[in-house]
């Protein structure tokens, strides 16, 4: 089994900052991709931001402002995310995938709320 902990989460103010956290534990296979989806009230979930070996990949809404990075040794995927806007209000949610041999496995995590208002 594999657990995804996140953190980081909160209330904040327009052109604010915050930093989200995913750590994965259990038993670990070949991570394909690790990243950060949202999904907002009445809206389906969408990408946030993800990477894996073919680089970073990015909301169209999130450019210049939102930097996920990724610390290998702690299997541990971050959100950096600044100059907020009150449309990035959201539940958050970290996401992994890994594959061993022919079978692939996607976790999610319990999500994080994020709120940006005055």
């Known amino acids: 089994q594999v657990q995804l902990a996140e953190s980081g989460g909160g209330l904040v103010q327009p052109g604010g900052s915050l930093r989200l956290s995913c750590a994965a534990s259990g038993t670990m296979f070949i991570i394909n991709a690790m990243g950060w989806y949202r999904q907002a009230p009445g809206k389906q979930r969408e990408l946030v931001a993800v990477?894996?070996?073919?680089?970073?990949k990015y909301a169209e809404s999130v450019k210049g402002r939102f930097t996920v990075s990724r610390d290998n040794a702690k299997n541990t995927v971050y959100l950096e995310m600044d100059s907020l806007k009150p449309e990035d209000t959201a539940v958050y949610y970290c996401?992994?995938?890994?594959?061993?041999?022919?079978?692939?496995?996607?976790?999610w995590g319990q999500g994080t709320q994020v709120t940006v208002s005055s």
């Open positions: 996401n992994l995938q890994m594959r061993r041999g022919t079978y692939n496995y996607d976790y």
């Open positions: 990477i894996s070996s073919g680089g970073k």
